[in-house]
């Protein structure tokens, strides 16, 4: 499996950016993909989730009702708008790949994820 992340840049508080993760390898719909960042000086953390279907999302609470993850089953991408963004949101976004039904994984771990992108990076000016 191979994840090739794009759509990062540097923007100014309040504007939108959309990251794609485009898929190739396996059957990309058998697989729940996530998003994640990493700060500089900070953990690899967890941003967003959706399930193989795409019918169901996960988001941690600082970017609820801002970013909103999708999937494009036959294009074999994800995306992530990231809408509002705030300085805080800079970061190296990572895509990441379970073969795992979203159900049955803790979606923030990121264990639970077999497969990685090269990660794109977001910073956002005040």
């Known amino acids: 499996v191979q994840l090739q992340a794009s759509g990062g840049g540097l923007v100014q508080a309040g504007d939108s950016l959309r990251l794609s993760c485009v898929f190739s390898g396996r059957t990309f719909s058998s697989y729940t993909m996530g998003w994640f960042r990493q700060a500089p000086g900070k953990e690899r953390e967890s941003v967003a989730a959706?399930?193989?279907?795409?019918?169901?999302?996960y988001y941690t609470d600082g970017v609820k009702g801002r970013f909103t993850i999708s999937r494009d089953n036959f294009q074999n991408t994800v995306y992530l708008q990231m809408n509002s963004l705030k300085p805080e949101d800079t970061a190296v976004y990572y895509c990441?790949?379970?073969?795992?039904?979203?159900?049955?994984?803790?979606?923030?771990?990121?264990?639970?994820?077999?497969?990685w992108g090269q990660g794109t990076q977001v910073t956002v000016s005040s």
């Open positions: 990441a790949a379970s073969p795992n039904d979203s159900y049955g994984i803790d979606w923030h771990d990121p264990n639970e994820y077999d497969y």
């Open positions: 959706i399930s193989w279907s795409g019918r169901v999302t």
